[in-house]
């Protein structure tokens, strides 16, 4: 990845915006889970509904709040000038994959690696 300003400002900027849509649809998720409560009133289906509905929002949290880390993440590695560097090999990750997902903390040779299970991935990106 060609590390220039404006290329680094642009997915810093990129990375804000991603960061805000995170938190807002966490606090969402949240919301939505916490007003979802069973009544004893309701019948097994629609129990069994309700069960559904807030395993999917706990899902959804779980998988948005993994994003969030991996954002802020990459948040951080602008601020220390490594942004654009694999945070495994140290090698630079090729830009359509920068391009794809800004938060991508691995090229994509340590990312298969991480992913077959022959390689572990850093404990502070995750």
């Known amino acids: 990845m060609a590390k220039t300003e404006a290329t680094i400002v642009q997915y810093e900027k990129r990375l804000r915006q991603r960061q805000k849509e995170l938190e807002q649809a966490l606090a969402s998720t949240v919301e939505q889970a916490l007003s979802s409560t069973v009544t004893e009133a ?22 948005r709040n993994a994003q969030l880390r991996l954002v802020r993440a990459a948040l951080a590695r602008i601020a220390e000038g490594t942004y654009g560097d694999c945070v495994r090999c140290y090698r630079a990750i090729g830009v359509k994959r920068v391009e794809a997902l800004p938060w991508t903390p691995y ?9 077959k299970g022959e390689a572990e991935p850093r404990a502070s990106v995750a």
């Open 42 to 63: 309701q019948d097994v289906a629609d129990q069994a509904v309700a069960g559904y509905q807030k395993e999917m929002l706990f899902s959804q949290g779980t998988e």
């Open 107 to 115: 090229c994509i040779d340590c990312q298969e690696l991480i992913e």
